[in-house]
C-alpha cells in the first residue's frame, strides 16, 4: 500500500461508491418522504434533477440502470405525482420522465438533508479546510477522471 495521493483518493472513492454506501445514504434521505421514495427510487429524482427530462434508456445510462428497472421504478414515482411522462418532442413513438413540482420538493428536501448531514460532518473541522475541502473536491469532479475524457498517461 502507498501513500500516494491516487491511491488514497481511489480508496475513498472505492468507499464512497460501494452499493451499500450509496443505499444507506440514500435511505437515510428518502426517510419519511412517502411511500414511492425510498433508497431505490431516489436515484431516478435526483438524476432527473441533475440532468433533465430524459427517456427511461437515457436516465438508465446516466444513473447505472437498466430501462426496464427504470420504468418500473418510474411508475410508483409516477403513480404518487412525483414524476411524468411527456411526449419525446423528437419521437412521436417516445416519452420522456420529467419530476412534477412534487418531485422537485422531493429533491430540495433531499438535497438539503445531504448539505445539512455534510456540514454536520465537517463542523469538528478548522473553517478553511472545509471551505479547501469543497474547492478542491468541486475542482477534482469537474476536472479529474470523471469528465469522460481518456486518461493521460
Not at 445514504?25 to 419519511?32: F, I, V
Not at 440532468?51 to 414515482?77: C, H, K, M, Q, Y
Not at 428536501?109 to 473541522?125: E, F, K, N, P
Request: one cysteine or more; charged letters at 25%; proline letters at 5%.
Amino acid at each position: 500500500m502507498t501513500n500516494e495521493p491516487g491511491h488514497e483518493i481511489a480508496d475513498a472513492l472505492g468507499v464512497l461508491l460501494t452499493r451499500s454506501t450509496r443505499e444507506h445514504l440514500h435511505a437515510a434521505l428518502t426517510e419519511g418522504l412517502g411511500e414511492a421514495v425510498d433508497a431505490l427510487t431516489y436515484p431516478l429524482l435526483s438524476g432527473l434533477d441533475r440532468a433533465g427530462a430524459r427517456s427511461a434508456a437515457d436516465l438508465g445510462r446516466e444513473i447505472g440502470l437498466d430501462r426496464t428497472t427504470v420504468t418500473r421504478r418510474a411508475d410508483r414515482l409516477q403513480r404518487a405525482g412525483l414524476l411524468r411522462r411527456d411526449p419525446d418532442p423528437c419521437d412521436a413513438r417516445a416519452t420522456l420522465l420529467a419530476l412534477t413540482d412534487a418531485g422537485e420538493a422531493v429533491v430540495a428536501t433531499t438535497r438539503g438533508r445531504l448539505a445539512a448531514h455534510i456540514d454536520a460532518s465537517l463542523a469538528s473541522w478548522p473553517a478553511e479546510d472545509a471551505r479547501t475541502f469543497s474547492r478542491l473536491l468541486h475542482r477534482f469532479v469537474t476536472d479529474g477522471p470523471f469528465t469522460g475524457e481518456a486518461p493521460r498517461h
